[in-house]
């Protein structure tokens, strides 16, 4: 092959893939120019075969393409144990999560990724996992009632503190600071001992039991290390590096802990995902979670269909979903979406609001006894005078 | 905790963003005979459009790695993210 071929080649059109594909099998084969035009000529019309035809109805074909799978899964099991002791939503349960777009999902769950110094050495990725898991004030010593005295005692435990590497001080300031914002319990009074590594809290109304109690599980619940929102984090070495995998997600804040990979760090909550990354990483993130979800039931559907699903959700900025809240009940015209879903209703307010109806989609036409606008029906002929 | 700025852009999932000048914007419209208003849309606080720093009716060019074509591009017009 010569550089006028490979030139030839880079200035083809055809998608990058197929220029590389192309390239990788031809290189340091022998090849005659004639050859060579055969070869281009037969690429091209395998190209345009893959391409999809004018007016052909990709949306239905999508729908039907992941539909139809998607009634195999509903007979396999709907929760399944997924990696490291994680229990994470799979199956159509899903793929129904993320076509709706919900706001959380039922397992969020992150994969973090961690820099270089920091994913080799098993305990450099436990140090940063204690960044991260939320640990609440009774794991690190004992919480006690003293009923005589009307107070709380909270003895330290020096040694977890230098495994979870936090400092007393640390806590001793954050525990009070954090019933009192978190909680949005102000009705105590604390103090402090470093030295000992003693809490004593009392609550402001000495008399009553109640408060006191409700004081203890206060103190004992608050979370005084790691992301709130993150419960549990399990290390996994995979592939010669220490992952950590969590039960919740909050990308946000993981970002912002030591030791953390910000470039590949991702999670399982799609709407957090566009918020902190944009709307195209959203994109991203759909496909590659419906994806998965598919895979992993054994089921292969095409990339092309879930990129047009994707691509509709995402069209106008934000993740939407499909069905009468997203997509569906944002089309033009009144006779499509009064045929989807809440009939009465559409038509009810299209009459108050005096809407028109172009007559431009498929349902309209099909409503009203018209040829549809999609494939043959989109075409007009022209004639041409012959003088 | 680190201070340490990170920017969105250097993440896996999140594909190349560029400014488009009015040259390119006009060669893009007129070739796919379409108008701004038709082209997809992305908010103007975007954490994408926000580090490349676009303004409201720019329109952003986006390099994606596609899993058919291998690099993709597209286009999303900057709008200002409605009042809920």
């Avoid at chain 1, 549990?232 to 997600?249: C, D, F, N, Q």
């Avoid at chain 1, 030591?258 to 957090?272: H, K, L, P, W, Y």
Wanted: with cysteine; net charge negative; proline share 3%.
């Amino acid at each position: 092959m010569d550089d006028s071929m490979v030139e030839q080649i880079l200035s083809s059109g055809l998608p990058e893939k197929t220029k590389n594909d192309l390239m990788t099998f031809m290189e340091g084969k022998k090849i005659t120019s004639e050859q060579f035009e055969k070869v281009m000529k037969q690429v091209f019309v395998e190209y345009g075969n893959t391409r999809v035809e004018p007016c052909e109805a990709v949306g239905v074909i999508a729908a039907q393409s992941i539909g139809e799978p998607g009634t195999q899964m509903t007979m396999r099991t709907f929760h399944y144990a997924g990696v490291a002791e994680i229990n994470v939503t799979l199956g159509l349960p899903r793929l129904i999560e993320i076509m709706d777009a919900r706001k959380t999902p039922s397992t969020p769950t992150m994969t973090i990724y961690l820099k270089e110094e920091f994913n080799t050495n098993r305990d450099r990725a436990r140090d940063v996992s204690w960044q991260i898991e939320a640990t609440r004030l009774s794991e690190f010593g004992d919480v006690t009632t003293d009923l005589v005295n009307m107070e709380i005692l909270v003895n330290i435990n020096k040694e977890v503190c230098q495994k979870r590497k936090i400092s007393v001080e640390a806590i001793m300031e954050k525990a009070p600071e954090k019933i009192r914002s978190r909680h949005h319990y102000r009705d105590f009074v604390h103090e402090a001992d470093a030295d000992k590594a003693v809490i004593h809290f009392f609550p402001k109304n000495a008399e009553s039991y109640q408060n006191l109690f409700q004081l203890h599980n206060h103190v004992r619940d608050v979370i005084v290390q790691g992301i709130d929102d993150i419960e549990r984090v399990v290390v996994r070495k995979e592939s010669g590096e220490y992952i950590l995998y969590t039960e919740g997600s909050n990308l946000k804040d993981v970002f912002q802990v030591e030791g953390v990979d910000t470039s590949r760090t991702r999670t399982n909550n799609i709407a957090e995902i566009s918020e902190v990354l944009g709307i195209e990483a959203g994109r991203n993130a759909i496909i590659d979670e419906a994806l998965s979800t598919l895979r992993e039931q054994g089921i292969q559907v095409d990339v092309r269909h879930i990129m047009l699903v994707a691509d509709m959700m995402c069209m106008d900025g934000e993740v939407k979903q499909i069905g009468r809240h997203g997509i569906a009940g944002e089309k033009e015209s009144v006779l499509s979406r009064a045929a989807f879903e809440v009939t009465v209703n559409h038509l009810l307010d299209a009459a108050v609001a005096n809407e028109e109806d172009v007559l431009e989609g498929v349902t309209e036409n099909v409503i009203v006894g018209q040829p549809i606008q999609l494939g043959t029906g989109d075409v007009k002929l022209i004639a041409k005078p012959i003088n | 905790m680190s201070t340490k700025e990170f920017s969105v852009l250097n993440h896996v999932m999140v594909p190349e963003h560029h400014i488009m000048t009015q040259e390119e914007v006009d060669d893009l419209l007129s070739t796919y005979k379409i108008t701004h208003d038709q082209l997809p849309k992305i908010y103007h606080d975007d954490p994408a459009v926000k580090a490349i720093g676009g303004a409201i009716h720019d329109i952003v060019r986006i390099v994606r790695n596609s899993q058919t074509a291998g690099r993709a591009e597209s286009y999303r017009m900057v709008v200002k993210r409605p009042k809920k």
